[in-house]
């Protein structure tokens, strides 16, 4: 059966989107996919499994983000883009264009 949920690739984007957002309900929808579990949240085994697909398909990195009322839940995970984003030591740096 074909997977109704594609993981986003940084090629999916414009490039001159350095940064882009994948609410936690896709991470639930493409974890259930790819593993058959049937999670209807994010927990930890959710969590590593996207920060482990994310540089498969081509992103610098990973970022989770919280939910502003209840900063222990997930919002979902920010992306870093390679076209636009460098990161060194864990200190990130957004250009302003591909060619900087």
Same mark, same amino acid.
């Given at each position: 059966?074909? %997977? ?10 414009? %490039? ?28 930890? %085994? ?15 990195? +990973? ?10 839940? +997930? ?20 250009? +302003? +264009?591909?060619?900087?």
């Amino acid at each position: 059966m074909p %997977k109704k949920h594609k993981f986003p690739e940084p090629s999916d984007y414009q %490039k001159k989107d350095p940064l882009v957002f994948c609410p936690n309900d896709r991470v639930v929808k493409l974890y259930n996919e790819a593993t058959g579990q049937k999670r209807k949240s994010i927990a930890k %085994k959710v969590i590593e499994w996207f920060k482990e697909e994310a540089p498969k398909h081509g992103w610098i990195d +990973s970022f989770e983000l919280p939910v502003v009322q209840k900063p222990t839940k +997930s919002a979902g995970f920010v992306l870093f883009n390679p076209t636009l984003v460098k990161v060194e030591h864990h200190l990130i740096t957004i250009k +302003s +264009s591909p060619e900087d």
